[in-house]
C-alpha cells in the first residue's frame, strides 16, 4: 500500500466506511447498539479542541498532495 492509499484512506475512506456499515446494520438488531455508540461519541466532536485537532491533521493531508486524492475519488465514482 502507497502513501497516496493511505492519506486516501483517512482523508475518505473512514467516514464512508461508516456511512456504508450504519447502512447495512440499520434494520437489523445491532443496528441501536451501533446507533447509541454514534450518539454517545457525538460529543466528542462538538469538542472545539478535538474539531480543531482532526480538521488540522485532515488539512495537512490533503495539502500534502490534493490531486491524489481527488484521482482516487474520482476512481471511486467511476466504480460506481
Known amino acids: 500500500m502507497n502513501a497516496d492509499s493511505v492519506r486516501y484512506f483517512?482523508?475518505?475512506?473512514?467516514k464512508r466506511w461508516r456511512v456504508?456499515?450504519?447502512a447495512a446494520l440499520r434494520k437489523t438488531p445491532l443496528g441501536a447498539?451501533?446507533?447509541v455508540a454514534y450518539r454517545v461519541s457525538a460529543?466528542?466532536?462538538?469538542?472545539?479542541?478535538a474539531?480543531?485537532?482532526?480538521?488540522?491533521?485532515?488539512?495537512?493531508?490533503?495539502?500534502?498532495?490534493?490531486?491524489?486524492?481527488?484521482?482516487?475519488?474520482?476512481?471511486?465514482?467511476?466504480?460506481r
Open 10 to 14: 483517512l482523508l475518505a475512506g473512514l
Open 20 to 22: 456504508e456499515l450504519s
Open 33 to 35: 447498539p451501533l446507533r
Open 43 to 49: 460529543p466528542v466532536w462538538r469538542n472545539r479542541l
Open 51 to 79: 474539531r480543531m485537532a482532526t480538521v488540522a491533521v485532515r488539512r495537512r493531508l490533503y495539502r500534502a498532495d490534493p490531486r491524489a486524492y481527488w484521482h482516487f475519488e474520482l476512481k471511486k465514482e467511476d466504480s
